[in-house]
């Protein structure tokens, strides 16, 4: 199929109808929404499908109409000031499904839009479209009031935790525990030769520093971690090399204005598989390590009063995912005020060797089996395959003039 990719407000032809509108809001959405459009394309190998999203989704066929890039925000103030922005994207967003009529919207994750688009969209539902989310949000954690208004958004709702299916399904939600994606999407070996002859590593070893996806993150976590990491690495015997982890779409300004540390683009499973001990910024990216294996430091700041919310709202006593998935900290957590350069580097040290090390690296060996299993990705794209038999909504030629008339408005 080609595939179509353009910003936000720029012109192009398009195929007027769809049978899937997948909605990912974040480049772990984009991955596992790719992953499963290709499952689903080995089932419906005619299958037209179209997108908010980004480079994976683009990989795997999907027309995209909404690029995705600069939309992972969090915190109450960086959500306040992309509002407008992000309101005029979910505008758009919605004019292109009601032209392209899906038989399915499947949403992933990014539930501060996708539920509330789902609720735009309430009328298409009741002609017929279904609508899918992928990622029940944290209910258990904050904000548990919330669960019967999502059960009532959408037609089925995929959980990624086994406890989560009931916490919806008590409001009549057909909710599905399908397991993790990740599981699927990463390996339990993982080769790392390439990558010691790319950087010259020979048998050094390695500490890694990974500050997340967004530039906010970039820029508060860096210089606590750089300054961490090189105080932990002078007082290892081994003198470590360290690494820093890039996200190639942000500025490298951005990196050097916090360390000259080597910048490593991509590799991400490489480099967590060869490093020995990492500092990472809470999110998806910390449960990834940790199926490798990786004993870790999760880290997280964000403005004050986003964090004055938090401490209001969160119900549990862990956030990094291996914690939260093990139900005890199997790694440390250093957040807001709690995130200095003493601190960081005493964590990093005790993971490096010792009875620390070993507790982690014991904790993190339980992740598959406490994830449940592979097969995610499968059950999820049976779930999207059951709905679009179920759903009622029909093309024909009259749909078809109406949906081409609606996309030339939109232009």
């Given at each position: 199929m080609h595939v179509r990719t353009r910003p936000y407000g720029t012109a192009m032809p398009l195929a007027p109808l769809c049978d899937i509108f997948v909605c990912a809001g974040e480049p772990s959405g984009d991955a596992y929404g790719a992953a499963v459009v290709r499952a689903l394309r080995q089932r419906r190998p005619d299958s037209v499908v179209a997108a908010m999203g980004g480079p994976h989704l683009a990989g795997a066929g999907a027309d995209i109409e909404q690029d995705i890039d600069g939309m992972a925000v969090m915190g109450l103030w960086p959500v306040i000031a992309?509002?407008?922005?992000?309101?005029?994207?979910?505008?758009?967003?919605?004019?292109?499904?009601?032209?392209?009529?899906?038989?399915?919207?499947?949403?992933?994750?990014?539930?501060?839009?996708?539920?509330?688009?789902?609720?735009?969209?309430?009328?298409?539902?009741?002609?017929?479209?279904?609508?899918?989310?992928?990622?029940?949000?944290?209910?258990?954690?904050?904000?548990?009031?919330?669960?019967?208004?999502?059960?009532?958004?959408?037609?089925?709702?995929?959980?990624?935790?086994?406890?989560?299916?009931?916490?919806?399904s008590r409001f009549g939600c057909h909710a599905q525990h399908v397991g993790h994606p990740l599981l699927d999407l990463v390996p339990e070996q993982i080769p790392t030769e390439a990558l010691d002859r790319e950087l010259g590593l020979g048998g050094q070893e390695v500490l890694l520093v990974a500050p997340g996806s967004r530039e906010r993150e970039v820029r508060l976590l860096l210089p606590v971690m750089a300054r961490a990491a090189l105080a932990a690495a002078q007082r290892c015997p081994q003198r470590p090399a360290i690494l820093v982890s890039r996200v190639p779409d942000l500025p490298l300004e951005l990196y050097r204005a916090a360390t000259d540390l080597p910048l490593v683009e991509g590799r991400w499973r490489e480099l967590c598989a060869r490093a020995r001990v990492g500092c990472l910024a809470s999110g998806t990216a910390t449960l990834e390590a940790g199926l490798i294996g990786l004993p870790q430091a999760i880290c997280y700041r964000m403005d004050t009063l986003s964090a004055t919310l938090v401490r209001h709202l969160v119900l549990t006593d862990h956030v990094g995912l291996p914690n939260l998935v093990c139900g005890r900290r199997v790694c440390p957590e250093l957040l807001q005020e709690q995130l200095t350069v003493p601190r960081l580097t005493a964590h990093l040290l005790r993971l490096w060797d010792g009875p620390r090390r070993r507790d982690c690296r014991a904790g993190l060996a339980e992740l598959r089996s406490r994830l449940g299993g592979g097969g995610a990705l499968d059950r999820i794209a049976s779930a999207v395959e059951d709905e679009l038999a179920a759903s009622k909504r029909r093309f024909t030629h009259a749909t078809a003039s109406e949906s081409s008339a609606r996309l030339k408005a939109i232009r």
């Open positions: 992309r509002l407008p922005s992000l309101l005029r994207t979910m505008a758009h967003v919605e004019r292109t499904i009601r032209a392209r009529r899906p038989r399915v919207l499947l949403t992933i994750d990014y539930p501060g839009f996708n539920l509330r688009l789902a609720r735009r969209l309430a009328d298409l539902r009741a002609s017929g479209m279904r609508i899918v989310h992928v990622v029940a949000p944290q209910v258990w954690a904050w904000r548990p009031r919330r669960a019967k208004a999502i059960a009532h958004s959408v037609d089925r709702l995929l959980c990624f935790f086994p406890f989560e299916p009931a916490l919806f």
